[in-house]
């Protein structure tokens, strides 16, 4: 059966402020080269970053590295 | 066989043992050198360059503080080449570029290096996104995913965990964001302004923007919220987080939601939030059919009629529409409507128009009332950006030449009648799309149905919309002014040809 | 249980980082081996490196074997020392089994002295050779009658001299004199010299005082002066001191130690105890000695990565960016990538052994062994090169890196044993 994710309507107080839309945008890129290009020609900070899967793509070890990891 | 020992005495000089090194390695690449050292003059030194046979008499008197520069090559002109080049290089302080850009490996270390970042897009393979996601997420940034095949499970994972962080959740297959007037991944250049959008596909997003951009208003952000946010499973988080952020956005005015049809439970919910909202909403839930709105809030079913409502104008006919003279013409007349998209919701958007007119439609992502493909009679149109057709092959929006052949044979069928197809411009897209078009076009000459395009872009894409529109009507096409006015126009020509 | 997990590895690493950044080395003594290490006995000869026999040794340590046994009187000669060792009849354990780390072949043996460092903090102990200086050593594998002369003067007149020389002085505290030389362009692997210079002007008053025969004072001076290398035999001991304490806290994933014995490497890990995690060595890459190429290295060897360990050598290659010259024709300026990587792979920065060109960011501190795997980037390894053959002595200098394998098979039984793999 389908667990229906039901919002639970806690008060919005007690979760903390998301500032992404008041904020200077300020951005991580990881995958695609071109998104980063486009937005560094923008002027908007950017870091790409050199990734390779985890663990070499390792699937056992990436597994257990996800259940160990902060 | 002879060979020549050549040393050379600098006094007092020091020189780094490592710079020394590569030095030595630079010369025992000349023509003739068979050994060379360049080391300072003390007794273990000495001892090394003795024993390697490139010290002569003048070396052995070196005092420790003393550099030596020697070399053993096959004749006395090639030795003292490379003692010349050894001087030559001592001399030069090497002003060499390193062309190492130093990036950070992971989301941590990126983070750590600019703390003020505070938003991930994700586009790596679908099976290492979650994981990418999650990390950004325990970093404290948003995440906008645009890689697909995540599982529903870790959507609801990743946007459960959000939600308890205060962050968003943009995607899975999010392919469009436009962040603080920042057009993000495959987005257009729209015009600032006051008016938000949450929408579940990119080009959704992108029609939107910019037809309210064309209508004289303008965005303060788009918000993507993937395909499946309305699903049963993950009931609406991100599109109530997005519903909270705009809310409390004071440059949001007015804000515009389009989705698929979502889960009945779920459109309840999004609803009660809508309620709860000061500001007006424009709610485009695209096949939904008919649905008693909150209050604040009008439904609608097109792309373009919610643009419309939200910027509260009309989008005016730009030029000529009627069929041009030197156009050609067909001399069977087909009855059907072939429509090729690149846009997911644009071929969703021209079925509900279709469909809106009684018409029969077929698709390979039916919209409720369509059907799949299944040889009947009836209008097809196809999502050429589905799964089925980007296996191993580029997304058309990417590169429009994948969508050639479907154009050939959409043309050398004889029952259709008009071809409709949607051509998109802004960051990510095609440089030319309109050109890769007329191109396919000019190859086939002369008897072929109507073409019938819209252009989803604004006059500051790169491609520039103006320009597109140029090329397409050259290569007698008919352009719509939006994507829905484009279907009407292609179901106009059919008709006409039908006998009205 | 599973956010349970991860907890408690952070607050292990936490641990495990106070206590590394806690320590506080200091040079007390030189005490000969037999006297101070527990357990060292006749015939039992402590080498570089994770547990290794006699019939695996590769070139320079077998010649250093023989050499020590010789030395020790346990032989004749070095051929009856070669049938004695292949005959079963000394015992060979690592260094770091006996609180103690030895460069390149890493020879410990009852009568040779050893420096004693004291980690105040913890009150451990840890024990390295005196360095023999450069060219025809037996760290390289050396074992003619120079080399054994030699030990026999560090055995007879350089170990007592220093250590009346250190105990009237109470002790050389070791912390600050590597922030000074970071700040000179040591690294403490293949860059010792300033370290070794500011440790002489601190010896040489009180060697001045305390060396009654004036011939022997100049000797002394004259080796230890002339050894660029002099302070990496204490950078080691005061690494091993410093991590000794940071063995066996359980969840953690910090690596306390990394050696290698010329055939494998080898590294433990505080949250799965003594095991040892081992993985054939790599090559340097590097640049050589006139005369020299890559056909004539020895496999990288030695207990010298206890260095890397702490957060130096390779590490700290922004602190001595030549260094970083020796791989490819890297410009110096890469120096600043080497240590900026190995941030990514460690837990803390230390504030007490900054790097000034780096904008004083500080030492990249506890390599996390789930961030190896993750990254695939292994530590970055400062290293002489030896000869194959033994006793010919160092060939060049270059890096190399600390196997991938190493770390996954850690991994791997650290899961095990937090119940997750």
């Not at chain 2, 649905?291 to 079913?301: E, F, G, L, R, W």
């Not at chain 3, 002007?201 to 050894?227: C, D, H, K, M, V």
Request: charged share 20%; net charge negative; with cysteine.
């Amino acid at each position: 059966m389908v667990r229906l994710n039901m919002m639970e309507f806690d008060s919005r107080e007690n979760r903390p402020k998301n500032r992404l839309l008041s904020e200077k945008l300020c951005v991580v890129n990881i995958g695609l080269e071109q998104f980063a290009a486009d937005l560094r020609q923008m002027d908007i900070p950017v870091v790409h970053l050199d990734w390779k899967p985890p663990a070499g793509g390792n699937l056992r070890l990436a597994t257990l590295l996800s259940k160990l990891e902060d | 066989m002879s060979f020549s020992i050549v040393n050379k005495i600098r006094k007092g000089a020091y020189i780094d043992s490592v710079a020394l090194m590569q030095i030595s390695r630079q010369l025992k690449e000349l023509d003739g050198v068979d050994e060379a050292g360049l080391m300072m003059g003390t007794p273990a030194n000495l001892r090394i360059m003795a024993d390697a046979g490139v010290l002569s008499d003048i070396g052995k008197t070196a005092a420790p503080n003393d550099l030596v520069i020697a070399i053993r090559a096959r004749n006395p002109s090639s030795a003292e080449t490379a003692l010349k080049k050894a001087v030559d290089l001592l001399g030069s302080p090497r002003a060499r570029e390193s062309g190492l850009v130093w990036r950070p490996n992971t989301i941590r270390t990126a983070v750590a290096e600019h703390p003020q970042a505070n938003l991930a897009i994700v586009s790596v393979a679908g099976e290492y996104a979650a994981a990418e996601a999650r990390k950004a997420l325990r970093n404290n940034l948003n995440v906008m995913i645009f890689s697909d095949n995540l599982s529903i499970e870790e959507e609801m994972s990743l946007k459960q965990e959000a939600r308890d962080s205060g962050l968003l959740v943009m995607g899975p297959d999010c392919g469009t964001a436009i962040i603080g007037g920042v057009p993000l991944a495959f987005a257009n250049r729209v015009s600032d302004g006051d008016i938000g959008i949450i929408g579940a596909s990119g080009t959704g997003i992108q029609e939107v923007s910019c037809l309210i951009s064309r209508l004289g208003k303008g965005i303060s952000h788009a918000i993507g919220v993937g395909g499946r946010d309305l699903s049963l499973e993950v009931g609406g988080m991100s599109t109530l987080a997005a519903i909270d952020l705009l809310d409390e956005d004071p440059g949001t005015r007015h804000i515009v939601i389009v989705s698929k049809p979502p889960a009945e439970q779920v459109v309840a919910r999004i609803f009660d939030r809508i309620a709860q909202s000061p500001k007006p909403f424009t709610i485009c839930l695209l096949g939904a059919g008919k649905k008693s709105a909150p209050a604040n809030a009008a439904i609608v079913s097109t792309l373009k009629s919610a643009s419309e409502h939200a910027a509260g104008n009309k989008l005016r006919v730009e030029g000529d529409l009627t069929v041009q003279s030197g156009a050609p013409q067909m001399k069977t007349p087909g009855l059907t409507i072939r429509g090729l998209f690149a846009g997911g919701t644009l071929c969703a958007e021209a079925q509900i128009v279709l469909l809106d007119h009684n018409e029969p439609v077929h698709s390979n992502v039916p919209v409720p009332g369509s059907s799949l493909p299944d040889g009947k009679r009836g209008h097809l149109l196809l999502d050429l950006g589905a799964d089925e057709y980007t296996r191993g092959r580029p997304h058309p929006m990417i590169d429009p030449h994948v969508r050639n052949d479907f154009l050939i044979q959409a043309i050398e069928d004889t029952a259709v009648g008009a071809v409709v197809v949607d051509v998109v411009l802004g960051y990510g897209s095609h440089e030319n799309p309109a050109a890769v078009l007329a191109a396919a076009l000019a190859e086939h000459g002369d008897a072929r149905p109507q073409i019938v395009a819209s252009v989803c872009g604004t006059d500051r894409d790169i491609q520039g919309r103006r320009t597109q529109i140029s090329l397409l009507k050259d290569a007698g096409v008919l352009v719509a002014e939006s994507n829905a006015d484009a279907i009407l126009k292609a179901l106009s020509i059919v008709r006409e040809r039908d006998g009205g | 249980m599973k956010k349970d997990n991860r907890s408690k590895i952070k607050k292990a690493n936490a641990e495990a980082i106070e206590r590394m950044l806690s320590g506080d080395p200091v040079w007390i003594d030189v005490v000969p081996a037999g006297q101070i290490i527990d357990g060292l006995k006749e015939h039992l000869i402590l080498h570089a490196g994770p547990p290794i026999g006699w019939k695996d040794m590769c070139g320079p340590m077998r010649g250093a074997v023989t050499g020590i046994a010789v030395f020790e009187g346990w032989a004749r000669d070095l051929e009856e020392a070669e049938d004695m060792a292949g005959a079963g009849e000394f015992e060979f354990q690592p260094n770091h089994h006996y609180g103690a780390v030895g460069p390149m072949t890493g020879m410990t043996t009852m009568s040779q002295p050893v420096m004693v460092i004291k980690n105040r903090t913890f009150e451990n102990l840890a024990y390295c050779t005196i360095n023999e200086g450069l060219g025809k050593v037996m760290r390289f594998g050396g074992n003619d009658s120079e080399v054994l002369d030699r030990l026999a003067w560090i055995r007879d007149i350089l170990g007592p001299g220093l250590a009346t020389a250190v105990r009237d002085l109470k002790g050389i505290a070791l912390k600050g004199v590597v922030g000074r030389g970071l700040t000179m362009g040591d690294e403490m692997h293949q860059r010792n010299i300033a370290c070794s210079a500011l440790v002489l002007r601190e010896l040489s008053p009180a060697l001045a005082r305390t060396t009654i025969n004036s011939s022997e004072l100049s000797e002394i001076l004259t080796f230890i002066g002339r050894n660029d290398q002099f302070f990496l035999n204490l950078a080691m001991a005061m690494g091993k001191a410093i991590m000794d304490p940071v063995r066996n806290i359980d969840c953690s994933t910090v690596v306390t130690a990394m050696a290698r014995n010329g055939t494998d490497f080898g590294i433990r890990v505080s949250g799965t105890g003594d095991q040892w995690f081992t993985a054939p060595v790599e090559m340097p890459e590097g640049l050589y000695f006139p005369g020299y190429t890559e056909a004539d290295a020895n496999p990288d060897m030695g207990d010298s990565t206890i260095v890397e360990t702490i957060g130096l050598g390779g590490f700290a290659m922004a602190a001595s960016p030549a260094v970083a010259g020796f791989v490819g024709a890297g410009p110096a300026s890469e120096g600043f990538s080497y240590t900026r990587t190995m941030m990514e792979i460690t837990l803390a920065q230390n504030p007490e052994w900054s790097i000034p060109a780096m904008d004083y960011t500080g030492v990249p501190t506890g390599i996390d062994i789930r961030r190896v795997v993750e990254t695939g980037l292994t530590p970055t390894i400062n290293t002489g090169i030896a000869h194959k053959e033994p006793g010919v002595g160092q060939v060049g200098a270059g890096v190399v890196k600390a196997p991938l394998a190493c770390f996954e098979k850690a991994l791997i039984a650290f899961g095990e044993k937090m119940g997750v793999a």
